[in-house]
């Protein structure tokens, strides 16, 4: 962790103590568990030596969210750029073990950027159905003097066959009308609030209202590649129901278990860093009081910047 902040930080820290407590908490697995031994808990370990662990047939949704072919450390862990072919063989070696994981009607959801997608979208058409490619806009990171900045990463949305759940009510995004059109008088697909007129949309493939987490926000740590709650939330509730269970087996500092117990789903995670799991513990036990998702509200998914979120509550 690093050393002094600001006051008004909110960065997760652990204290010496914290830390202590938490890695007495680590899930570890040395034989074949079932589905109860593996909901609600994070396990440290190397996936690929673990996975063939876990049962048969119990995630309904699979989040992927691996090392991005780019040359990144990982609290000590370095991950180093591979060519294409490299990276592809990557995938290939542990990505097929994970399909029998799935449920029939499981969903899988992988993460990636520019450089990984092609790789990504090889892999998946292989064992999967691809339904789509979400884009979303990431503001963050310094831009550049001889190309244009990548603020953009991509999510790969497949199932493992054609009966399955997904839920559009669930994920609808409230967005500030700028032009209101009335008919006869009255609002045509807006309505009139106290804090402006807004209308209720069905999700696109493309999202612009995702905010990077940074030092001001409680769900803020030092991962270097850590994702928003509010991303994870829209893939859990689109594609697991109530009680389902999500699986993320690269859970690095734990956002997507995390936001899982927020909606009342059950989660299952595996990493390696035992840093990262203690930060994704402590995570899973401030969930437990603060279950607030910033940007979800009453139900729905607020455009950024138009929701005050002090007093919200999912």
Known sequence: MKGERASNNRTLRLSAEERILFSKSFGHVFSPISQDEASGRIFQGDLFQILDFFPDAFVDLMILDPPYNLDKNFNGLQFSRKSDSAYADYLESWFPRLMRLLKPGASVYFCGDWQSSAAIYGIMKKHLTIRNRITWQREKGRGSKTNWKNAMED????????????????????????????????????????????????????WDDISIPFWSMSENTDHPTQKPEKLMAKLILASCPEGGMVFDPFAGSGTGCVAAKKLRRRFCGIELNEEYVCWALKRLAMAETSPVIQGYHDGVFWERNTLNMKNSKP
Not at 168 to 180: D, N, Y
Not at 187 to 196: H, R
């Open 155 to 206: 999510i790969w949305f497949g199932t493992l066959g054609d009966s399955f759940y997904f839920n559009v009510e669930a994920v609808k995004m409230k967005r500030r009308v700028i032009a209101p059109y009335k008919k006869d008088g009255l609002p045509k697909d807006w309505e009139q609030t106290a804090d402006g007129a807004f209308r209720l949309t069905h999700p696109s493939n493309f």
